[in-house]
């Protein structure tokens, strides 16, 4: 059994038949997209690589799926949104930085 990726070309193998055996199973993950404030003050947790910023943004329907990661610009930590962009801040040094657009 094999299935097609929905956002980048391609397919990946869900399970095998001999010995049978599943190599993918349902994630129970979910995002949330907050309007103000950091993740963390939502009760939620800051997403710090890219991987996980793209599935967020296809997660939540946004129309950019191109996560980037930025460290020049003075923005919110982790994954954001930016102007329709998604930069993922790995500068550190904007640790606590809001500006309301996570």
């Known amino acids: 059994g094999w299935i097609e990726l929905t956002h980048e070309p ?3 193998k869900a399970w095998l038949t001999d010995p049978p055996r599943t190599l993918l ?11 103000k404030g950091a993740c963390e ?25 191109s996560a980037a990661v930025s460290s020049k610009m003075i923005a ?4 954001h949104v930016v102007k329709g962009r998604t930069p993922l801040d ?13």
């Open 10 to 12: 391609g397919y990946m």
């Open 25 to 35: 199973r349902p994630s129970a993950v979910s995002f949330r997209r907050i309007g």
């Open 41 to 65: 003050d939502a009760g939620l947790g800051r997403i710090n690589d890219t991987s996980t910023c793209q599935a967020a943004v296809v997660w939540l329907g946004l129309r950019n799926t």
């Open 76 to 79: 919110p930590e982790g994954c």
């Open 90 to 102: 790995k500068d550190f040094s904007t640790k606590g930085n809001d500006d309301g657009s996570s």
